[in-house]
């Protein structure tokens, strides 16, 4: 059975950092990659950053420069370093692997999200 078990979210002020874990379970990590979704209130799911078992990553507009993506294949854990954060950032943190369906992104159908707050 699928799971992702997402954590490292917290409140901070914005200019901080935080580092999200996502330790996957249920599957090994394969060639579809993983993923880091992120949603705020009033808005809808948004892809955050990909990364793929050769290591090749993706970002989003926003977080080119300052998120970076990165994966430990033999924990089969994700990880989200987020620098600088902004206000902007405020949202529930989800994994998701690249091979399930993505209507299930930002949802708790294998696991719970992780809450970031960043104030001003």
């Known amino acids: 059975e699928v799971n992702f078990a997402v954590s490292g979210g917290d409140s901070v002020q914005a200019g901080g950092s935080l580092r999200l874990s996502c330790a996957a379970s249920?599957?090994?990590?394969?060639?579809?990659?993983m993923q880091w979704y992120r949603q705020a209130p009033g808005n809808g799911c948004e892809l955050v950053s990909t990364?793929?078992?050769?290591?090749?990553?993706w970002y989003q507009d926003f977080a080119k420069g300052r998120f970076t993506i990165s994966q430990d294949i033999a924990k089969n854990t994700v990880y989200l370093q987020m620098n600088s954060l902004k206000p902007e950032d405020t949202a529930l943190y989800y994994c998701?692997?690249?091979?399930?369906?993505?209507?299930?992104?930002?949802?708790?159908?294998w696991g719970q999200g992780t809450q970031v707050t960043v104030s001003s």
């Open positions: 998701a692997a690249g091979f399930l369906p993505s209507s299930y992104a930002c949802t708790t159908h």
């Open positions: 249920g599957f090994t990590f394969n060639d579809q990659g």
């Open positions: 990364i793929n078992i050769n290591g090749q990553t």
